[in-house]
């Protein structure tokens, strides 16, 4: 199985906060998830932690290399850019972005990143993995139970029954 592929500033373990959630199901294509998780619109209807989606520079209504776009999630309103973007077609989809949100103290830089890939016998690989800077990072990582945890897993098993 493949792997995200992690910005220097961002590796797991050197940064203030890490959470990783990942479903396999059978009955269901990358290609059949893609367009729900690549087009940020329709997170809020299968996600109820995702808000306001917008985008910048009249980009959109698609995530895309290069990509600004902004939304609300755990409370924090979220700039992002889109750092990686690669649409399923025989190999594993793979989109990530840059998102921050605050000053200063209130500063908090994430590289959340998604990985879907068809595995043998008609099952999907979804993983989503997300490392956090500054101090409500560090915050986040020592709250229980873990919100981005069982937000992320919410986020994963919408994803799945919208798909389906």
Not at 47 to 58: C, G, K, L, Q
Not at 92 to 121: C, I, N, Q, Y
Not at 123 to 147: D, F, M, S
Request: with cysteine; proline share 8%.
């Amino acid at each position: 199985m493949n792997e995200i592929i992690w910005p220097q500033d961002y590796v797991p373990g050197f940064t203030e906060n890490f959470c990783s959630n990942e479903v396999i199901v059978a009955g269901l294509s990358a290609v059949a998830v893609w367009p729900l998780l690549s087009r940020p619109a329709a997170w809020p209807i299968y996600y109820a932690n995702s808000a306001n989606v917008r985008f910048y520079e009249d980009k959109g209504p698609e995530l895309a290399e290069g990509v600004r776009f902004y939304f609300e999630t755990f409370g924090f309103p979220v700039e992002a850019q889109v750092v990686e973007y690669v649409a399923p077609a025989g190999l594993p989809g793979r989109v990530a972005w840059h998102g921050w949100a605050g000053e200063g103290e209130t500063r908090l830089d994430v590289h959340h990143a998604w990985l879907v890939e068809d595995l043998p016998g008609g099952r999907v690989r979804i993983l989503t993995q997300e490392t956090q800077k500054g101090k409500p990072a560090a915050e986040l990582a020592q709250t229980r139970p873990n919100p981005m945890i069982n937000g992320h897993q919410d986020w994963l098993d919408g994803l799945v029954a919208a798909a389906r």
